[in-house]
């Protein structure tokens, strides 16, 4: 029969959903903004049933640094090169030719210098170009399978049965098996038969001893092809090999294709095919002439290929992928030193679920905090959703849901990905007394505070009065929690960051509370009060300012060096990549200034004081009921009630000037008044500095 020049099947790309989870997780962390080559991995197998794709395939493992990760006993490994682009426009105007010659020189250098003679899945290596439209999750690919062309002849191909008897296929069976045990790697083994009639076999390395005394020479090769009529694409490069370094002639090539039936090998669909290789000589530089390798699109065409997983990817998994998004793009070029996963992994406590609680919870989802939890004793009323971003009309009726649990759940419908829980619950006052029907449930209430603060890293405190702040301040000072008030005016705002125990120095805070300005103990601020003092009156705008400002001071105090420990800052120091981390920022809408202020610890604070922590400390409950019920005991407790005397008796003072001329009883006078001026001001000194809002 006349000889017919041998045709191979191409190989088909076929890429995992994983593969493409797998490259999305590696761009935005790994491969940022490079577009170098990067080595993949990919895998065929053989066996399949006549009519299917050769498939070279690529999935979730191909980073790993072992090839044969997640792969089963039946499946071929084979290296690739991966180059992911930053844009379209960059993809679309990649140097194709350049890139497929870049791994035809890896192969080609290979057969010359004899590594795939030594390991020739290596002729197997592939090219992936990439474009990850990370918004849209469409994914733009384009794979080269690359390979030289030798121009073979070779006899129609047979059946394997029809050259092998049952015993030899079998052996051939077990020996490629034992191969591929040896050397995992494996995609080829050489074959003989011997004097008596039996099979041997051998590596691929040991070519010229092993065919020295016989007349046919044997190559098996895996083939992913199920084509009873050709050879797969793998055999293009093995035959250059041939060609080029081992001399040519004639070879009997056995198309190893195995599958598993009724838990059997089955080598039924292996073809054998006799051919006559040309012996080649290597170019004195370069590369051969003829090499090719790029997939065709799903039209025929010589294009890339896309992939669009906007609709079968999970919608709660993409929307984790784009809330990181963002925040992954920032450390790209802008913040490289920035730590995100420190910030999505901050557990956040947020005291006050109204207009400030709403866009503390919104923003802390935008910087992809993963866990919030919100406290608050209110419920939606009327005048709430127009303010407060996370209610709408239809949490108002019926008497208004629990604001807290509401807002947990439209935090969840906002991103599915947050653990959010809403806490229905008062928190103890200093000035409003507790009564005897309620000091039963007082222990458990403080408990329940108490592990609320323990259990989270970062507390917000958000609510209307000054006196509801006092008890999560206590807490925080004494677990050395990063606690931050945001507070409003009319068109004025707060957002200030707690002190914290400096580490091995007890009693000593590296800045102020809340309270550390007041030389009175917070009291009701709720009677005798009109409407317009009752509710919180400010300008729409001001809450979105402070809000997104108390954010920001956590972000910038988790990504310190000393974190919470941190000094204030008035200059850039470097210790934080986002700038300086000032104690407290106060802003005035009247005049759209704003600016930073630090204030010391006072010794006499009624909240951070080592006096009152030590308190807590003792007998928590018995300290807040003692705050609640009885006025005056904080002052008494921290020493401001005698310090508040001190100055009184300054003022009680009757100093006699001798004059001898009304002249002088009247500069006398004045030098009085600024010597009394002077004593105040020391006392002021004394307790710290700031205003309060």
Not at 230 to 256: E, H, I, Q
Not at 349 to 365: D, E, I, K
Not at 587 to 596: H, I
Request: glycine fraction near 8%; charged fraction near 20%; hydrophobic fraction near 40%.
């Amino acid at each position: 029969m006349a000889a017919n020049q041998l045709k191979f099947v191409q190989l088909e790309s076929s890429a995992t959903t994983d593969f493409w989870h797998a490259l999305t997780q590696r761009k935005l962390n790994e491969f940022q903004l490079s577009e170098e080559a990067r080595e993949v991995h990919g895998y065929f197998t053989t066996g399949d049933r006549e009519g299917l794709p050769a498939r070279m395939c690529i999935s979730g493992e191909a980073f790993d640094s072992d090839p044969r990760t997640g792969l089963s006993s039946h499946a071929f490994c084979a290296p690739g090169v991966l180059h992911n682009m930053n844009t379209q426009e960059n993809f679309k105007k990649m140097d194709v030719t350049a890139l497929n010659e870049s791994v035809v020189t890896q192969i080609w250098d290979d057969i010359c210098s004899g590594v795939a003679i030594k390991e020739p899945w290596r002729l197997s290596r592939f090219l992936l170009v990439t474009f990850a439209n990370l918004k849209k999750y469409h994914f733009f690919y384009w794979f080269a399978f690359p390979s030289f062309e030798v121009k073979c002849t070779s006899s129609p191909p047979k059946s394997i049965a029809d050259v092998f008897n049952e015993a030899d296929i079998a052996s051939i069976g077990e020996q490629f098996s034992g191969q591929r045990e040896a050397s995992p790697m494996t995609t080829t083994m050489l074959l003989k038969r011997q004097a008596d009639g039996s099979l041997a076999t051998t590596s691929l390395d040991n070519w010229t001893e092993f065919f020295a005394d016989v007349d046919e020479r044997v190559l098996v090769f895996a083939d992913p092809c199920s084509s009873s009529k050709y050879p797969g694409w793998p055999l293009r490069n093995l035959l250059a090999l041939f060609a080029y370094k081992l001399g040519g002639g004639k070879l009997t090539v056995l198309c190893y294709r195995e599958r598993v039936f009724a838990g059997k090998a089955d080598l039924s669909r292996s073809i054998v095919i006799q051919t006559d290789v040309p012996n080649l000589e290597q170019p004195e530089s370069g590369l051969p002439r003829h090499f090719k390798g790029w997939e065709q699109n799903h039209k025929k065409k010589l294009a890339p290929r896309v992939c669009n997983l906007s609709q079968s990817m999970d919608p709660e998994r993409l929307a984790a992928t784009a809330v990181d998004l963002n925040l992954k793009l920032m450390r790209w070029r802008l913040m490289p030193n920035i730590d995100l996963p420190k910030i999505s992994g901050t557990k956040c406590l947020l005291f006050g679920a109204g207009t400030l609680g709403c866009n503390v919870a919104r923003c802390l989802l935008g910087w992809g905090v993963r866990h919030i939890t919100l406290v608050d004793n209110a419920k939606v009323s009327y005048s709430n959703p127009v303010r407060q971003s996370l209610f709408e009309f239809k949490d108002c009726l019926e008497g208004g849901s629990p604001k807290a649990a509401k807002a947990a759940e439209h935090l969840k419908q906002i991103f599915p990905g947050v653990s959010a829980t809403g806490l229905q619950m008062t928190v103890p006052m200093p000035g409003h007394p507790i009564g005897s029907s309620e000091l039963a449930d007082l222990p458990q209430t403080v408990a329940q505070l108490d592990q609320l603060v323990e259990e989270h890293d970062v507390v917000f405190l958000l609510m209307d009065t000054r006196e509801s702040r006092w008890l999560p301040t206590v807490m925080c000072v004494a677990k050395r929690k990063l606690c931050i008030t945001a507070a409003v005016g009319f068109d004025t705002y707060v957002a200030m960051r707690h002190g914290v125990e400096t580490p091995g120095a007890p009693g000593d805070r590296n800045v102020g509370c809340y309270f550390c300005n007041d030389v009175v103990a917070p009291t009701n601020s709720t009677v005798d009060r009109s409407l317009d003092q009752q509710c919180t009156v400010s300008r729409p705008g001001l809450s979105m300012l402070v809000s997104g400002t108390a954010v920001e001071l956590m972000v910038s105090v988790l990504n310190h060096d000393d974190g919470v420990a941190a000094m204030a800052e008035t200059s850039e120091t470097g210790a934080c990549p986002l700038g300086v981390v000032p104690h407290q920022v106060r802003g005035a809408l009247a005049s759209f200034g704003t600016n930073s202020f630090s204030g010391q610890a006072f010794s006499c604070c009624t909240a951070c004081s080592p006096k009152v922590v030590s308190e807590l400390q003792r007998d928590a409950p018995a300290l807040v009921e003692q705050a609640c019920n009885s006025p005056g005991f904080l002052e008494e407790l921290t020493g401001l009630a005698s310090m508040r005397k001190g100055v009184d008796d300054l003022d009680d003072l009757d100093l006699d000037w001798d004059s001898e001329s009304d002249d002088d009883d009247q500069g006398g006078e004045e030098v009085a008044n600024a010597d009394k001026a002077a004593n105040s001001t020391n006392v002021a000194a004394a307790v710290g500095t700031g205003t309060t809002v």
